[in-house]
Structures are given as structure tokens and as C-alpha cells.
């Protein structure tokens, strides 16, 4: 078993540290993840600056680019093998609901996903690490499973979206399949003055849970559940296609 880990908070990260001891007996395990915090960087790639690959005294590869930047180039020539396995995290806080749209954690694995490999994205749903240790167990277990039960190395990839309270490993509940809440738009941009005078602005936090019905991951983390969300990548509103194809446009259609 090759697995492949990433994530976007940065490869000294307490997460990532944390999700390699507990997966690294699982077969060949590496890290290539982002020299620097890249959370919110989606699923950006690094195309007008080069990008340089270093190892740390821990044998964990650093890229001074984005988390899709190092899956990237961990599949397409960095590695000389496939892995069968791609995981991302455990990311400092939660990615539930339209987070996912902007989660670095979750365009880590999206890129292995895109490139044909099965990929996770693990979240922790608070920042500051707290029980890291029982989210730690909790994402070996998973991992684990899906390998004994050989839904790693066959068949079609999946993107799984994983958020996991933080709680001691005894209050941590079962596992719950859910689907994605939503959130509130965002909070106000925050201003401040530059030393000189010059407005400076500072994106404002996610807003709170809109939509935190039962049978969302909010609602299953608030319950103390594992939320796990299958996730695609095609963005076609395929509801809404054949009203589209139906409009009367002023203009040639076919
Ligand atoms: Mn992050």
C-alpha cells in the first residue's frame, strides 16, 4: 500500500505530523505538502513562479507552493511509483458545507481524486489541535477499513470529505455518511490602518451554518459524530439544464 499525504496547513503542521504516525505502518508512506500555511487555496496550481521541492530532517518533502501544487507534482514525476492512496489533513479546522469550495485540505486530496486516485480530506472541526490524538486514531481506523475491505487500489476513485469533532477519543460517537450543510455568507471584511495610513483589509471569517438539518455533516459534528461526505467534482447544475435549454434566447442556439 502507497499512500500519498498532503495537506494546507503546512508540512510542520501538529496535523499532518500527527495523521503520518498514525498511518505511516500501513505501507509506504510519504509526505509532500506546502512549506507554508496555504488554507483557502482550493484547488489553486502554481503556474508563473518555479517550484523546488526540499526534505526536512524528518524525511517530510516541503513545496513553497499551494496543496494541489504538491499532489500535483507528487503523481506527475516527483515519485517514481503510484500511490493507491491519497490523504490530505488533519487540517486545522473544520471544512463542512461551502467551505469545501475553498479548502486547501480538500483540493489536496481533489487532486488526486481529478488525477484517477482515491483521496481523503480529514478536518478537524475546531482550530488550536485539540484531541488531535483521538481525531489522529479515528482517521487510522478509517483508512484502515476501507483498505480491508478493498476499496483502495481497485476500481473507480472516490473524494471522501471527513470531519471529526474534537473531542477525547471515549466522547468521540460513530461514524455518520452526511450530506453538506451550507453556511451563511461570510462576515464583514475587516479594515485597518497600515503604519502608513493606507486601509488594509482582512477577509472576515466563514458565517455560521444556514443549513445544520439533521443529515448534515454540521449537524453530525454538533451531535459529536464523525461526519463522512462522498464528494464529486462535476459542477454541471444539471437540475437547472434543460430549463437553460428550454430559454428563449435572443441569439442562435443549438
Ligand atoms: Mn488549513
Redesign the pocket.
Known sequence: MNILIS???GYQ?P?IVALYEALRDLGRVEVVAPEQ????KSNALTLHSPLYVHQAANGFRYVNGTPADCVHIALTGLLDYRPDLVVSGI???A?MGDDTIY???VGAAMEGYLMGIPAIAF?QTERGWKHLDAAAARARALVESLIQQQRVGMGAPWLLNVNIPCLPADQLKSLKVCRLGRRHAAERVITQASPRGETMYWIGSAGAAKDDADGTDFHATMQGHVALTPLQVDLTDHDNLSAWSDFKWALPVT
Open positions: 495537506n494546507d496547513d503542521a496535523g500555511n496555504n488554507s483557502a487540517n486545522n479546522g471544512n479548502s486547501g485540505t478536518s
